[in-house]
């Protein structure tokens, strides 16, 4: 009973915090959002958001696990564990702090793609992409003139798409920065 009204009490005060949050980001979530609106941003931050699904980091790991020897098979399975804990971070953080996507709260914020689940916080595409940047980067630091300009792209996608607040997507960058950092003594 009592661990009930302590659940009930945080989601509260994140409920609050968030709907603060999203005042606060209205105004740069709608003029980037509006930026989506135009037809060739709207295919360039619909094709990057779709490869930052996965395929684009898919096709980078098998790359580097083929083509890299030993060296390359060690990055892409630390980029695979990595991604598996960036996984379970994320949706474990979305399923308890439950913050309603920029398009459900504001009316004036279209959503310009599907999203992948209901909630927002953090942005899942952004922690994937920050992660595996810095995993590839720490082996193959030629890939971050690659890499780093992608996830920035994956980043700005989220939010010009509708999809995420910026709070979202700098949370998933930190996130993501810090489980493949925390990864490379284990490896």
């Keep these: 009973m009592e661990m009930t009204r302590i659940t009930s009490l945080l989601h509260t005060r ?9 005042q606060l980001e209205f105004h740069s979530s709608k003029s980037l959002n509006r930026l989506g609106r ?6 360039v931050f619909t094709v990057v958001s779709r490869l930052g699904d996965g395929v684009f980091w898919y096709v980078l790991m098998t790359a580097i696990f083929l083509l890299g020897g030993e060296r390359g098979m060690l ?13 379970a971070v994320y949706k474990g953080l979305k399923h308890v702090l439950l913050r309603p ?11 310009l793609t599907a999203p992948l689940d209901y909630y927002s916080f953090p942005s899942g595409h952004t922690l994937h992409a920050v ?11 030629v890939l971050l ?7 920035i792209l994956v980043a700005l996608s ?22 493949a950092i925390v990864s490379f003594p284990f490896i």
Excluded: N
């Design 158 to 179: 989220r939010v010009t798409l509708g999809l995420h607040y910026p709070t979202d997507v700098v949370a998933g960058a930190l996130i993501g920065a810090l489980l």
């Design 75 to 87: 990055a892409a399975t630390q980029m695979a564990v990595v991604a598996i804990f960036c996984l």
């Design 145 to 151: 003139w690659v890499t780093v300009p992608f996830a």
């Design 131 to 141: 992660a595996f940047t810095v995993v590839s980067g720490g082996y193959y630091p």
């Design 101 to 111: 996507r920029p398009f459900v709260t504001h009316t004036e914020i279209d959503r």
């Design 38 to 43: 135009l037809p060739v941003l709207h295919l």
């Design 14 to 22: 994140e409920g609050e915090l968030f709907r603060q949050l999203d």
